[in-house]
Protein backbone atom coordinates (compact mmCIF):
# COMPACT_ATOMS: atom_id res chain seq x y z
CA UNK A 1 0.00 0.00 0.00
CA UNK A 2 1.64 3.75 -0.78
CA UNK A 3 1.95 6.34 1.24
CA UNK A 4 -0.60 7.82 0.28
CA UNK A 5 -3.44 5.18 1.15
CA UNK A 6 -1.65 4.94 4.63
CA UNK A 7 -2.46 8.61 4.88
CA UNK A 8 -5.76 8.30 4.15
CA UNK A 9 -6.25 5.57 6.43
CA UNK A 10 -4.66 7.31 9.43
CA UNK A 11 -6.84 10.24 8.41
CA UNK A 12 -9.94 8.24 8.65
CA UNK A 13 -8.87 6.74 11.57
CA UNK A 14 -8.29 9.35 13.82
CA UNK A 15 -11.71 11.33 11.93
CA UNK A 16 -13.72 8.09 13.27
CA UNK A 17 -12.32 7.95 16.71
CA UNK A 18 -12.77 11.96 17.12
CA UNK A 19 -16.23 11.62 16.05
CA UNK A 20 -16.66 9.00 18.36
CA UNK A 21 -14.92 10.81 21.54
CA UNK A 22 -17.09 13.58 20.72
CA UNK A 23 -20.26 11.79 20.33
CA UNK A 24 -19.10 10.71 24.18
CA UNK A 25 -18.39 13.99 25.43
CA UNK A 26 -22.13 15.09 24.44
CA UNK A 27 -23.71 12.70 26.19
CA UNK A 28 -21.72 13.29 28.92
CA UNK A 29 -23.07 16.56 30.32
CA UNK A 30 -25.42 16.42 31.09
CA UNK A 31 -25.62 12.82 31.49
CA UNK A 32 -28.73 13.07 33.06
CA UNK A 33 -30.29 14.51 29.69
CA UNK A 34 -29.17 10.96 28.34
CA UNK A 35 -30.30 9.31 30.87
CA UNK A 36 -34.00 10.33 30.57
CA UNK A 37 -33.78 10.39 26.76
CA UNK A 38 -33.31 6.76 27.30
CA UNK A 39 -36.41 6.05 29.89
CA UNK A 40 -38.43 8.30 27.65
CA UNK A 41 -37.97 6.10 24.41
CA UNK A 42 -37.60 2.98 25.84
CA UNK A 43 -39.55 3.05 29.02
CA UNK A 44 -36.83 1.04 31.26
CA UNK A 45 -36.35 1.89 34.86
CA UNK A 46 -34.27 4.91 35.50
CA UNK A 47 -31.67 3.03 37.28
CA UNK A 48 -31.19 0.74 34.33
CA UNK A 49 -30.71 3.78 32.27
CA UNK A 50 -28.40 5.36 34.86
CA UNK A 51 -26.10 2.31 34.15
CA UNK A 52 -26.81 1.79 30.78
CA UNK A 53 -26.08 5.63 29.85
CA UNK A 54 -22.63 5.16 31.65
CA UNK A 55 -21.76 2.33 30.04
CA UNK A 56 -22.76 2.78 26.46
CA UNK A 57 -20.68 6.23 26.98
CA UNK A 58 -17.65 5.06 28.77
CA UNK A 59 -17.25 2.07 25.87
CA UNK A 60 -18.30 4.82 22.98
CA UNK A 61 -15.25 7.03 25.17
CA UNK A 62 -12.69 3.99 24.54
CA UNK A 63 -13.12 3.17 21.16
CA UNK A 64 -12.95 6.42 20.32
CA UNK A 65 -9.78 6.99 22.14
CA UNK A 66 -8.36 3.40 20.28
CA UNK A 67 -9.46 3.90 17.21
CA UNK A 68 -7.52 7.75 17.49
CA UNK A 69 -4.26 6.17 18.75
CA UNK A 70 -4.37 3.04 15.97
CA UNK A 71 -4.64 0.61 18.81
CA UNK A 72 -6.97 -1.91 17.34
CA UNK A 73 -6.05 -4.78 19.50
CA UNK A 74 -5.65 -8.36 18.86
CA UNK A 75 -7.32 -9.17 15.43
CA UNK A 76 -9.23 -5.21 15.37
CA UNK A 77 -11.43 -6.21 17.95
CA UNK A 78 -12.06 -2.12 19.26
CA UNK A 79 -12.82 -1.35 15.25
CA UNK A 80 -15.07 -4.84 15.33
CA UNK A 81 -17.00 -3.76 18.44
CA UNK A 82 -17.45 -0.66 17.25
CA UNK A 83 -18.76 -1.54 14.45
CA UNK A 84 -21.21 -3.92 16.13
CA UNK A 85 -21.75 -0.49 18.46
CA UNK A 86 -23.12 1.18 15.15
CA UNK A 87 -25.18 -1.57 13.98
CA UNK A 88 -26.90 -1.48 17.90
CA UNK A 89 -27.35 2.20 17.28
CA UNK A 90 -28.83 2.19 14.50
CA UNK A 91 -31.40 -0.39 15.45
CA UNK A 92 -32.34 2.17 18.11
CA UNK A 93 -32.59 4.82 15.39
CA UNK A 94 -34.99 2.59 13.50
CA UNK A 95 -37.10 1.89 16.65
CA UNK A 96 -37.10 5.55 17.50
CA UNK A 97 -38.10 6.54 13.74
CA UNK A 98 -40.78 3.90 13.83
CA UNK A 99 -42.22 4.48 17.21
CA UNK A 100 -41.87 8.86 17.74
CA UNK A 101 -41.39 10.02 13.76
CA UNK A 102 -38.20 11.35 12.16
CA UNK A 103 -39.36 15.13 13.78
CA UNK A 104 -37.19 13.77 16.85
CA UNK A 105 -33.54 14.52 18.23
CA UNK A 106 -32.24 11.38 18.28
CA UNK A 107 -29.54 11.97 21.01
CA UNK A 108 -26.68 10.70 19.13
CA UNK A 109 -24.80 13.89 20.01
CA UNK A 110 -27.10 14.75 23.24
CA UNK A 111 -28.41 18.64 23.11
CA UNK A 112 -25.12 19.78 21.16
CA UNK A 113 -26.45 18.97 17.54
CA UNK A 114 -30.14 18.24 16.82
CA UNK A 115 -30.36 15.70 15.20
CA UNK A 116 -33.20 13.31 13.36
CA UNK A 117 -33.07 9.74 13.15
CA UNK A 118 -32.98 9.58 9.17
CA UNK A 119 -29.72 11.91 9.30
CA UNK A 120 -27.92 9.44 12.11
CA UNK A 121 -28.58 6.39 10.10
CA UNK A 122 -26.93 8.35 7.29
CA UNK A 123 -24.33 8.80 9.41
CA UNK A 124 -23.90 5.64 10.79
CA UNK A 125 -23.85 4.27 7.26
CA UNK A 126 -21.06 6.51 6.12
CA UNK A 127 -19.40 5.40 9.82
CA UNK A 128 -19.90 1.76 9.18
CA UNK A 129 -18.32 1.90 5.81
CA UNK A 130 -15.35 3.78 6.60
CA UNK A 131 -14.95 1.09 9.53
CA UNK A 132 -15.31 -2.06 7.24
CA UNK A 133 -12.60 -0.17 5.28
CA UNK A 134 -10.29 0.02 8.32
CA UNK A 135 -10.94 -3.10 9.62
CA UNK A 136 -10.04 -4.71 6.20
CA UNK A 137 -6.92 -2.51 5.23
CA UNK A 138 -5.29 -0.27 8.01
CA UNK A 139 -3.27 -2.26 10.27
CA UNK A 140 -2.78 0.33 13.17
CA UNK A 141 -0.09 -0.67 16.02
CA UNK A 142 0.90 -4.20 15.77
CA UNK A 143 2.98 -3.88 18.73
CA UNK A 144 2.95 -6.15 21.81
CA UNK A 145 1.71 -3.50 23.67
CA UNK A 146 -0.52 -1.57 21.74
CA UNK A 147 -2.34 -5.21 22.10
CA UNK A 148 -2.97 -4.49 25.72
CA UNK A 149 -3.61 -1.45 25.47
CA UNK A 150 -6.88 -1.41 23.97
CA UNK A 151 -8.27 -3.48 26.53
CA UNK A 152 -6.75 -1.64 29.18
CA UNK A 153 -7.75 1.46 28.02
CA UNK A 154 -11.77 -0.28 27.31
CA UNK A 155 -12.01 -1.13 31.12
CA UNK A 156 -10.08 1.70 32.58
CA UNK A 157 -12.51 3.75 30.43
CA UNK A 158 -15.78 1.95 31.79
CA UNK A 159 -14.38 2.56 35.49
CA UNK A 160 -13.67 5.53 35.87
CA UNK A 161 -16.96 6.82 34.38
CA UNK A 162 -18.68 4.85 36.94
CA UNK A 163 -16.96 6.51 39.52
CA UNK A 164 -16.47 9.90 38.44
CA UNK A 165 -20.22 9.55 37.73
CA UNK A 166 -21.57 7.06 40.14
CA UNK A 167 -24.86 5.86 40.37
CA UNK A 168 -26.51 7.60 43.19
CA UNK A 169 -29.52 5.66 43.41
CA UNK A 170 -27.30 2.26 44.27
CA UNK A 171 -25.48 4.37 47.00
CA UNK A 172 -28.27 6.34 48.22
CA UNK A 173 -28.43 6.19 52.12
CA UNK A 174 -31.27 8.16 54.16
CA UNK A 175 -28.92 10.55 56.74
CA UNK A 176 -31.96 12.62 58.08
CA UNK A 177 -31.56 10.53 61.37
CA UNK A 178 -28.29 12.18 61.87
CA UNK A 179 -29.36 16.29 60.83
CA UNK A 180 -32.71 16.16 62.23
CA UNK A 181 -32.95 18.07 66.05
CA UNK A 182 -35.15 15.34 67.44
CA UNK A 183 -33.55 14.69 71.38
CA UNK A 184 -33.38 10.81 70.98
CA UNK A 185 -30.96 11.16 68.33
CA UNK A 186 -28.70 12.81 70.23
Given at each position: ??????????????????????????????????????????????????????????????????????????????????????????????FL???????????????????????????????????????????????????????????????TS?????????????????????????
Open positions: MNKAWRFLFVLLSVATGALFLYSAWTKLFPIEAFEYTMVEVTHIPLLIAKVAARFFISVEAALGASIVLHLFGKNKWALKVAFGLLVFFSGYLIWIKQGNNVNCGCFGDAIWMKPSTSLIKNAVLLLIIGLLIRYHQGFNYKWARISAPILLVATIAYIIFPVYEIYKIDLNAIYTSDPKFA
